[in-house]
């Protein structure tokens, strides 16, 4: 359908190999009682940045059916899988049946994260942001497939590498047991082939410079910059607040959206430019946002063609918050304690 081309070009809007859209003023391709532009599950969504040629694309429907279709994701190549799956916890998704029996919704579960296994690279990171409800059914699925550890696992065995926790504030209040304010976010690796991990992007000041002021931290000899250090496994602080209604992050009709920093932190750690990242749950799309941004080819599922329309839109909007942002900034607990002697010290940026 015609549209206005006020806005400059940034790229290209395809839906089933057809070029639909051309300019940013057109990225809105749904137009309401039009049959032949309406997104429907099978539909294959894509978007290519004008100027990185970096393409990003959304399979519309059940995950588990583009995981069987290798034109769609061709087993053994995918270098990241970000899985944020429903949790069960009978939300109001657009389709997704969110309240399914206990041990159909873990059929499910293990139904996918096996097709997920078969569409890594060996070597490839698989990562799942997972409650408590279902952590430990998960984590012993993944150990369970063939147990092993990081130095000797072989092809298609897998490897936990970090079991993270994201902690928030703000979760929801109860008083008959203690209040959940964490998710976790388990770290898988495939064998048989070249692991990525380069935690440079996401380094963080150590408590040693932030708190202490030791001069330690000056001469580090564990190859990181004077002063910083990887994250710790606990993840938390600026901008890791849960997306509410007054975060600038927040989308609409999506109240379960991962913050950017939490996918920056994945998807820099471990994968690179040019590498292809799998989000299976695509939601409003934070995996896409963030994977696109940093020059990774994206490929997402989305069951509700409304979110697969909104996250393909999100994608080529890009992040909130410029990438690199939260880079560098300390997550110490207890204030400092000596004042460091020169602001030249240490970042600014704590
Ligand atoms: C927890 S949300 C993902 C949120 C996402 N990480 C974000 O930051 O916005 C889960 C999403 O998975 C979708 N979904 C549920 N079952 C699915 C399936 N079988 N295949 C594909 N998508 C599914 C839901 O519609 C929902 O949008």
């Not at 309406?38 to 970096?54: E, F, I, N, P, Q």
């Not at 959304?58 to 190549?77: F, M, N, Q």
């Not at 369970?144 to 902690?167: E, F, Q, Y």
Request: aromatic share 10%; hydrophobic share 35%.
């Amino acid at each position: 359908m015609p549209r206005s081309r006020s806005a400059p070009t940034a790229g290209t809007i395809a839906r089933n190999g057809k070029r639909v859209a051309a300019d940013s003023a057109e990225v809105d391709v749904v137009s309401p009682g039009s049959s032949t532009t309406k997104v429907k599950a099978g539909d294959t969504l894509t978007y290519v940045h004008s100027v990185t040629r970096v393409k990003a694309t959304v399979h519309v429907g059940d995950c588990r059916d583009a995981l069987r279709d290798p034109v769609k994701i061709p087993p053994g190549t995918f270098d990241l899988i970000f899985a944020d799956p429903p949790f069960n916890w009978n939300r109001g998704y657009d389709k997704w049946n969110d309240a399914l029996h206990v041990d159909e919704y873990l059929d499910f579960t293990f139904e996918w994260l096996e097709l997920c296994v078969a569409a890594l690279r060996p070597g490839g990171s698989l990562w799942v942001n997972i409650p408590d409800d279902w952590a430990a059914e998960i984590v012993c699925f993944l150990k369970g497939r063939k147990v092993s550890d990081t130095r000797s696992i072989g092809p298609g065995t897998l490897a936990m590498r970090n079991w993270c926790v994201w902690h928030y504030r703000f979760g929801q209040n109860t008083t008959e047991r203690f209040i959940n304010s964490k998710v976790h976010a388990l770290y898988f690796i495939k064998g048989g082939g070249q692991h990525h991990w380069d935690p440079t992007d996401v380094l963080e000041l150590s408590d040693r410079a932030a708190v202490y002021g030791d001069p330690r931290t000056l001469s580090k000899k564990d190859g990181m910059p004077p002063s910083m250090r990887v994250p710790m496994d606990v993840w938390y602080g600026k901008f890791w607040g849960r997306v509410q209604g007054n975060s600038k992050e927040r989308r609409h009709y999506h109240d379960n959206q991962l913050p950017e920093v939490y996918l920056e932190r994945v998807i820099s750690a471990c994968s690179k430019p040019g590498d292809l990242v799998l989000d299976p749950f695509l939601g409003s799309g934070t995996t896409g946002v963030v994977a696109h941004a940093l020059n990774r080819r994206f490929v997402g599922c989305e069951f509700s063609p409304v979110n697969a329309q909104h996250a393909l839109d999100r994608i080529k909007e890009g992040p909130i918050r410029p990438m690199g942002k939260a880079r560098g900034l300390s997550s110490a607990i207890f204030p400092e304690r000596k004042p460091q002697k020169s602001s030249k010290t240490f970042p600014d940026d704590r």
